[in-house]
DNA sequence: GTATATGACACAATATATTGTATCACATAC
DNA sequence: GTATGTGATACAATATATTGTGTCATATAC
């Protein structure tokens, strides 16, 4: 593994062991040029995937959830399910590569948002107008004014 | 590594490969009792931690100017550099612990926040006005009036 | 103060991972 | 349509990681 003080592309390991009851394993390593040593964690991908919701609650993530807001924000617009079907896909997938255990709601609804807008403004106001209802008026009143200028 | 599906404490790699440039190894290993397989990660602890900004620009995280900013909000306020060493040396561990390599000074400012709030009313409403000042005014407004209800 | 937990470190004996090469499947790009 | 990139898979030869034991330092708990 490459070195992340000088970037040489070689290191070794000086010490390795299990943790959080087997579920990772960190690892000192030793890189073979500086010598510095660094401290890196193995885990699995994503599996126990939870969302931390505004209430603070938690729930396991689940696709059918967050496609169904998609289709209630895309009704009657433009918008295939295929694109639908990409979003939610990219949105899981890029959760699981951050391999964080937890991501809160609004991270998934800027998530969404992002990829939602190049898609299809209408939907994209609905979208967000549901994900940040109450925490940020202005900012969807800031949001409908710039889609109003653009046009 | 213990397998997330049958929970079984050993697994073997059945496949090894440097991603992102050498960053990171991804394994795909194969559980010794029910021989499903899974992906694992290993990635370096911190290192380069960098903070997302509202332009959307990086920047390295650090720590001063997190200091400044919690210095600036108790001013004249009964809170000791004690306690501000602590939030910074705490929101600073969580971030290397979540494993991240970029978090947004958003998510920073809600975690200094909630630390703060448990401190100091005012410093903590300060320290929000400047974090939160042109999305959120609302919100400001809110948790003026909640502190002002509950004294 | 003592007790407890955790991370870093070292050493030695053993077991296992790594790397290149190559194929297949799938999805995206043009 | 073809080209391109990525993840999963297999195999074989080689190199390196793992695990137990034990010490030390630091921080937190009582």
């Given at each position: 593994?490459?070195?992340?003080?000088?970037?040489?592309?070689?290191?070794?390991v000086?010490?390795s062991?299990?943790?959080?009851?087997?579920?990772?394993?960190?690892r000192?390593?030793?890189?073979?040029?500086?010598?510095?040593?660094?401290?890196?964690?193995?885990?699995?991908?994503?599996?126990?995937?939870?969302?931390?919701?505004?209430?603070?609650?938690?729930?396991?993530?689940?696709?059918?959830?967050?496609?169904?807001?998609?289709?209630?924000?895309?009704?009657?617009?433009?918008?295939?399910?295929?694109?639908?079907?990409?979003?939610?896909?990219?949105?899981?997938?890029?959760?699981?590569?951050?391999?964080?255990?937890?991501?809160?709601?609004?991270?998934?609804?800027?998530?969404?948002?992002?990829?939602?807008?190049?898609?299809?403004?209408?939907?994209?106001?609905?979208?967000?107008?549901?994900?940040?209802?109450?925490?940020?008026?202005?900012?969807?009143?800031?949001?409908?004014?710039?889609?109003?200028?653009?046009?």
């Amino acid at each position: 593994m490459r070195c992340p003080f000088c970037g040489y592309e070689e290191s070794k390991v000086v010490d390795s062991r299990p943790i959080d009851d087997g579920l990772s394993i960190r690892r000192r390593r030793e890189c073979l040029k500086c010598e510095k040593r660094f401290t890196t964690y193995e885990k699995v991908e994503n599996i126990p995937l939870m969302v931390i919701k505004k209430d603070n609650r938690r729930e396991p993530f689940n696709r059918n959830k967050l496609m169904n807001g998609l289709l209630r924000a895309c009704e009657k617009r433009p918008v295939s399910l295929n694109d639908l079907e990409r979003i939610v896909n990219e949105v899981e997938s890029s959760i699981c590569n951050t391999l964080e255990r937890e991501v809160t709601s609004q991270q998934i609804g800027e998530m969404v948002m992002e990829k939602l807008k190049k898609l299809d403004d209408v939907a994209y106001v609905r979208f967000a107008s549901v994900y940040r209802q109450f925490k940020d008026i202005n900012t969807f009143l800031v949001e409908l004014n710039k889609l109003l200028q653009d046009t």
